[in-house]
């Protein structure tokens, strides 16, 4: 989620002249911290949305109108905070606060970067959806159902003003962008219905009160469709789209701004096409050895990607119903709770509660099939959510069984290891309780994907899936998903690569169900560089495992990376690699 800002505030910025620098690195410190603590509070003033996504609702009645004059206090506010970040030395900060001026300083400048150069609030209709965050007010549970009710009454009370300026920002966009924001406004308008009326209805609101709501909620239904209607009569009818490929230059910047990582997106590249090598030969081994289990008597075919195929095709005939693919889902949460218990992988926190649900209309849409929702560090009590996308009613049989295939038996199990435990879910725990709100607040993506894949891989080396080849190969295979994801990524927006010759490298190198691969392309076409972040972040904190074990030796203890590591907070790799390789003397510092 990239932030927005309200108009500027005279919001006072700590001082930052060098005078005090013979007090050392606590007195500097002590600086930085009363700065990090101002400027995050003048942010959420400026960014109420994102405010609330993390946790923090004090100014959940507010709402941002994307308009011109937004823009410049947008870039008023950015440049003011940039220059205070310059009046602190890096050599002067203790470890962690080294971290968190670089974290800082990214994000400032990304902001820039995405405002004045990408322009994607130009391109991307998708961007402007009201419902999306009056629905997580609206379920939310940090205030009593009045207040959350006022709040949202507030909200939408600008929602004309809102949808008008996002007609008048929309120029040149791509036709996949606006196809997907008619999709999720749809899913948006489902939120000004029903549960909104009745909850409405039940509520102590007066009279009064619920008139001037119902009245809002009826502009704001207006204000949403009238934003569709132009979609479908002045932007898709016209015909005038932009490519979504961003090209090199643009690919190599977003990449560096949004990973973060030791690699420029070339070199991930790279990495990536030597890897996949790497994971086809292991994959030849084992369906090697599975084939005579599985076709006593039968010939194994001689071209590896065909035994490979066989093999895989034969195990994914294990599979959920149609009906039954998001109960399939909660059934496996408590194996993974005892599992990462028993074999103390890492200390886990009960009292966080971890919700399974359908992914909500207004989520939907965008080729993932399954995310986390989960609370800032304000709202650490708050439920995690686990999205499950119900198998779509308009899918076909055939549609179906392919996707169904893809999440079989063996690959639902790694699928929940790399969202929930102790993948996404577990992480995002941990980053609640780091002691810097600057790694939570401003979370790595690349980290954060990146240890989900870790996760899956540590669980079966722990003995998850009894060491089983079965496993081993359908982990492979979902291995080579993140693999292919950085290879697609680039190929895509780089070398434009076609949809067919995708479809063609996911099938026919990555295995995957022909649902599967038609929903990576039209994920690919609605991001950049995203799709790299699991490879990256997974490349980064392996081998960062590897070279603490050769280090340490015997001494080695798994429990204690991967809780250490933890501890930093969603920040990039290389900067945790950093810290965690430090000498115990400056770690102290």
């Given at each position: 989620m990239k932030l927005r800002y309200l108009p500027l505030l005279a919001l006072a910025v700590a001082s930052c002249s060098h005078a005090d620098k013979t007090t050392g690195t606590a007195g500097a410190d002590a600086r930085f911290d009363a700065f990090k603590n101002q400027f995050i509070e003048a942010l959420w003033r400026q960014n109420p949305e994102y405010a609330s996504y993390q946790g923090y609702h004090k100014y959940d009645s507010l709402l941002v109108i994307p308009n011109e004059a937004q823009r410049q206090s947008d870039a008023a506010f950015t440049q003011k905070y940039l220059t205070a970040l310059g009046g602190f030395g890096l050599d002067s900060l203790s470890p962690n606060n080294q971290i968190d001026l670089r974290l800082l300083r990214n994000e400032l400048r990304s902001q820039r970067w995405y405002a004045d150069t990408l322009k994607s609030w130009q391109w991307n209709p998708a961007s402007y959806n009201l419902g999306a965050s009056v629905g997580d007010l609206l379920n939310g549970r940090h205030y009593p159902l009045d207040r959350r009710l006022r709040n949202i009454s507030d909200k939408i009370s600008r929602a004309a003003e809102y949808y008008a300026a996002a007609r008048a920002n929309i120029s040149n966009p791509t036709k996949e962008h606006a196809a997907l924001a008619l999709k999720q406004n749809a899913g948006g308008l489902a939120v000004f219905g029903k549960a909104l009326a009745d909850s409405v209805a039940k509520s102590g609101l007066s009279a009064a009160e619920k008139k001037?709501?119902?009245?809002r909620v009826a502009a704001a239904r207006t204000a949403v469709e009238g934003y569709m209607k132009f979609l479908e009569g002045n932007v898709l009818p016209a015909g005038k789209f932009r490519p979504f490929r961003i090209g090199k230059e643009l690919f190599e910047q977003k990449f560096a701004y949004d990973i973060q990582s030791r690699y420029?997106?070339?070199?991930?590249?790279?990495?990536?096409?030597?890897?996949?090598?790497?994971?086809?030969?292991?994959?030849?081994?084992?369906a090697a050895r599975l084939f005579p289990k599985y076709f006593p008597g039968q010939k194994a075919p001689a071209d590896t990607l065909a035994l490979i195929t066989t093999v895989i095709n034969q195990l994914t005939l294990k599979h959920a119903p149609r009906e039954g693919f998001v109960d399939a889902v909660k059934?496996?949460?408590?194996?993974l709770v005892a599992f990462v218990n028993e074999h103390k992988l890492l200390t886990q926190d009960p009292s966080k509660p971890l919700v399974v649900r359908e992914t909500p209309l207004y989520m939907r849409?965008?080729?993932?099939?399954?995310?986390?929702s989960a609370p800032g560090p304000y709202d650490k009590g708050a439920n995690t959510y686990y999205n499950v996308e119900p198998i779509p009613a308009e899918w076909t049989p055939a549609q179906a069984e392919s996707y169904l295939r893809e999440y079989n038996d063996y690959t639902l199990q790694i699928l929940n290891i790399h969202e929930a435990i102790p993948g996404h879910y577990t992480q995002l725990v941990y980053a609640n309780r780091s002691p810097s709100l600057v790694k939570s607040i401003f979370g790595n993506g690349a980290m954060v994907e990146g240890w989900a894949v870790y996760a899956e891989r540590m669980m079966l080396e722990s003995g998850y899936g009894n060491n089983s080849d079965e496993m081993w190969l359908l982990w492979d295979k979902w291995n080579m998903r993140s693999t292919l994801n950085a290879i697609i990524d680039h190929a895509i927006q780089v070398d434009n690569m076609s949809e067919n010759d995708v479809v063609k490298l996911l099938r026919r190198e990555g295995f995957q169900e022909e649902a599967e691969a038609r929903g990576k392309w039209l994920r690919a076409t609605l991001s950049q560089v995203q799709l790299s972040s699991y490879f990256t972040g997974y490349t980064e904190i392996y081998a960062l495992r590897e070279e603490l074990k050769?280090?340490?030796?015997?001494?080695?203890?798994?429990k204690s990376f991967n809780e250490n590591f933890l501890s930093y907070g969603s920040a990039p790799v290389k900067y945790i690699r950093e810290l965690m390789l430090r000498p115990a003397a400056a770690q102290k510092q």
């Amino acid at each position: 989620m990239k932030l927005r800002y309200l108009p500027l505030l005279a919001l006072a910025v700590a001082s930052c002249s060098h005078a005090d620098k013979t007090t050392g690195t606590a007195g500097a410190d002590a600086r930085f911290d009363a700065f990090k603590n101002q400027f995050i509070e003048a942010l959420w003033r400026q960014n109420p949305e994102y405010a609330s996504y993390q946790g923090y609702h004090k100014y959940d009645s507010l709402l941002v109108i994307p308009n011109e004059a937004q823009r410049q206090s947008d870039a008023a506010f950015t440049q003011k905070y940039l220059t205070a970040l310059g009046g602190f030395g890096l050599d002067s900060l203790s470890p962690n606060n080294q971290i968190d001026l670089r974290l800082l300083r990214n994000e400032l400048r990304s902001q820039r970067w995405y405002a004045d150069t990408l322009k994607s609030w130009q391109w991307n209709p998708a961007s402007y959806n009201l419902g999306a965050s009056v629905g997580d007010l609206l379920n939310g549970r940090h205030y009593p159902l009045d207040r959350r009710l006022r709040n949202i009454s507030d909200k939408i009370s600008r929602a004309a003003e809102y949808y008008a300026a996002a007609r008048a920002n929309i120029s040149n966009p791509t036709k996949e962008h606006a196809a997907l924001a008619l999709k999720q406004n749809a899913g948006g308008l489902a939120v000004f219905g029903k549960a909104l009326a009745d909850s409405v209805a039940k509520s102590g609101l007066s009279a009064a009160e619920k008139k001037t709501m119902l009245d809002r909620v009826a502009a704001a239904r207006t204000a949403v469709e009238g934003y569709m209607k132009f979609l479908e009569g002045n932007v898709l009818p016209a015909g005038k789209f932009r490519p979504f490929r961003i090209g090199k230059e643009l690919f190599e910047q977003k990449f560096a701004y949004d990973i973060q990582s030791r690699y420029s997106a070339t070199e991930l590249y790279q990495e990536a096409q030597k890897h996949k090598v790497a994971l086809l030969h292991d994959m030849g081994r084992r369906a090697a050895r599975l084939f005579p289990k599985y076709f006593p008597g039968q010939k194994a075919p001689a071209d590896t990607l065909a035994l490979i195929t066989t093999v895989i095709n034969q195990l994914t005939l294990k599979h959920a119903p149609r009906e039954g693919f998001v109960d399939a889902v909660k059934r496996q949460i408590p194996t993974l709770v005892a599992f990462v218990n028993e074999h103390k992988l890492l200390t886990q926190d009960p009292s966080k509660p971890l919700v399974v649900r359908e992914t909500p209309l207004y989520m939907r849409g965008s080729g993932a099939g399954a995310s986390v929702s989960a609370p800032g560090p304000y709202d650490k009590g708050a439920n995690t959510y686990y999205n499950v996308e119900p198998i779509p009613a308009e899918w076909t049989p055939a549609q179906a069984e392919s996707y169904l295939r893809e999440y079989n038996d063996y690959t639902l199990q790694i699928l929940n290891i790399h969202e929930a435990i102790p993948g996404h879910y577990t992480q995002l725990v941990y980053a609640n309780r780091s002691p810097s709100l600057v790694k939570s607040i401003f979370g790595n993506g690349a980290m954060v994907e990146g240890w989900a894949v870790y996760a899956e891989r540590m669980m079966l080396e722990s003995g998850y899936g009894n060491n089983s080849d079965e496993m081993w190969l359908l982990w492979d295979k979902w291995n080579m998903r993140s693999t292919l994801n950085a290879i697609i990524d680039h190929a895509i927006q780089v070398d434009n690569m076609s949809e067919n010759d995708v479809v063609k490298l996911l099938r026919r190198e990555g295995f995957q169900e022909e649902a599967e691969a038609r929903g990576k392309w039209l994920r690919a076409t609605l991001s950049q560089v995203q799709l790299s972040s699991y490879f990256t972040g997974y490349t980064e904190i392996y081998a960062l495992r590897e070279e603490l074990k050769q280090q340490e030796g015997k001494s080695f203890d798994l429990k204690s990376f991967n809780e250490n590591f933890l501890s930093y907070g969603s920040a990039p790799v290389k900067y945790i690699r950093e810290l965690m390789l430090r000498p115990a003397a400056a770690q102290k510092q």
